[in-house]
C-alpha cells in the first residue's frame, strides 16, 4: 500500500517568513495530493491539491509542486500570518483508489 | 449544508465500557470515513464505507471495534469493551465518490480512563 513521509513534524517561523513542508509518498501510482490543514480543535480541511499532470499549482500565498520522478511533494507558504499556525497534512491517492493516505502532520507556529 | 456532523464532541468513560461515536455524513456523500488520530500515529484510516457497505476495514484495530452504516445518512463506530489506549480523536468524513476531496467532521475526543 500507500506510505506517505511528511517532514518536518513541526515547523517555528516568524511572522513575514516563508514556511516549507515537504512529503515523499511510495505508490508510483499514485496521482492526486491533497493538503489538508488543521485548526486547534476541528477537522482537517482540504486547502489546495495538485494532480500527476501538474508540476506546481498557486493559490494566493499558498503553493504546491510535485516532482514525480522523485516521488515527492511539497507545500510552500509565503508572507507567513499568524492565523497560518496550525496543522497541515499532505495526502496522496491512486487512480480508482479514493482514501486518502495522510503524512504524519506538521505542526507549523508562526510568531508574530 | 451543515458538513459533517459528529457526537458526541468529547467523550469520557471508564475502561471496559461500551463507547458509541456518531457521524451524520453530508446529504448527497456516498462515502464516508473513520479515521483515528493520535500523538503517535496520526491519522490512521479505520474503516471506509462506499454507497453504505464497508470497504476496507483493515484499519480496524481489532475486534474491540465495529461500525455500521445502516443508511445514507448515519454511521456508528462502536468500541466494546474499551481500553485507555482507544483514547484518541476520531473524525468521520465524506466525499462523492468519484470526487476526490473528503470533508471532515469536528472530531469526537475520547479519553477512556
Known amino acids: 500500500g500507500e506510505n506517505v513521509e511528511q517532514h518536518p513534524s513541526t515547523l517555528s517561523v516568524q511572522e513575514g517568513d516563508s514556511a516549507v513542508i515537504k512529503c515523499t509518498y511510495s505508490?508510483?501510482?499514485?496521482?492526486?495530493f491533497p493538503w489538508y490543514k488543521q485548526e486547534l480543535g476541528k477537522g482537517p480541511q482540504l486547502i489546495i491539491d495538485i494532480r500527476s499532470n501538474v508540476g506546481e499549482k498557486k493559490d494566493q500565498r499558498i503553493a504546491v509542486t510535485l516532482n514525480k520522478t522523485a516521488k515527492h511533494f511539497s507545500l510552500h507558504i509565503t508572507e507567513t500570518q499568524p492565523e497560518d499556525s496550525a496543522v497541515y497534512f499532505c495526502?496522496?491517492?491512486?487512480?480508482?483508489?479514493?482514501?486518502?493516505?495522510f503524512g504524519r502532520g506538521t505542526s507549523l507556529i508562526v510568531h508574530p | 449544508d451543515a458538513g459533517v456532523i459528529q457526537s458526541p464532541r468529547h467523550e469520557v468513560t471508564e475502561m471496559g465500557q461500551e463507547v458509541t461515536l456518531r457521524c451524520k455524513p453530508i446529504?448527497?456523500?456516498?462515502?464516508l470515513f473513520w479515521y483515528r488520530q493520535t500523538m503517535m500515529r496520526g491519522l490512521e484510516l479505520l474503516i471506509y464505507?462506499?454507497?453504505?457497505?464497508?470497504?476496507?476495514d483493515s484499519g480496524m484495530p481489532e475486534d474491540r471495534f465495529s461500525a455500521k452504516m445502516p443508511n445514507a445518512s448515519f454511521s456508528t463506530l462502536k468500541i466494546q469493551p474499551s481500553e485507555p489506549r482507544d483514547s484518541a480523536v476520531y473524525f468521520c468524513?465524506?466525499?462523492?465518490?468519484?470526487?476526490?476531496?473528503?470533508?471532515f467532521g469536528q472530531g469526537t475526543r475520547l479519553t477512556v480512563v
Open positions: 495526502a496522496a491517492m491512486g487512480t480508482g483508489s479514493y482514501i486518502p493516505t
Open positions: 446529504s448527497g456523500h456516498n462515502s
Open positions: 468524513a465524506s466525499s462523492l465518490m468519484g470526487e476526490t476531496e473528503a470533508f
Open positions: 464505507f462506499n454507497n453504505n457497505v464497508p470497504i476496507d
Open positions: 505508490d508510483s501510482a499514485s496521482n492526486y
